[in-house]
């Protein structure tokens, strides 16, 4: 078992995705910059064909990469709302530690590493989710046919 979830590192680890997501939607934007820029092409002078392609496909590339640059906003947005405050039941906003593995819940997010831990996000729409929504520390269930136990709570 690993040391106790207090409220300053449920803090930390929350920062920690929060600087994660802004790391990713300063490369998604670089991207489209990018992208835009070599979707221009100088409207006086003559193109081929495959100039005139590879403009358009990039001009493509960067209203997807605008788009997930949107997204990514509205997952900050969804991440700084998040409330860490202390919990006993597992919910949006909890670390939970179940098998070893420590999650936090309601972010859907590559793993962070905290203080020497890595957490992972653990989505509201996760079949993990779904088997231990409002359960406490020290309770088991039944999951994918493994008998897991919430190791910690916070």
Known sequence: MSPTIDATTKQR????F??????????????????????????????????????????????????SAAAQRASIDNLRALDVSP??????????????????VGVSSAAVDVEGASYDG?????????AIAGRRAGDAVDFRGRHITIDQLG
């Open 13 to 16: 680890v929350k920062d920690a």
């Open 122 to 130: 653990l989505s509201l729409d996760a079949p993990l989710y779904a």
């Open 18 to 67: 929060v600087a994660n997501a802004q790391a990713r939607l300063e490369s998604l934007l670089a991207s489209a910059v990018a992208e835009s820029a070599a979707a221009d092409l100088d409207q006086d002078s003559a193109y081929s064909i495959d100039d005139i392609a590879q403009s358009d496909s990039a001009g493509d590339l960067t209203g997807l990469l605008e788009r």
């Open 87 to 104: 919990t006993d039941r597992v919910g949006p906003g909890a670390i939970v530690e179940v098998d070893g593995q420590r999650y936090l």
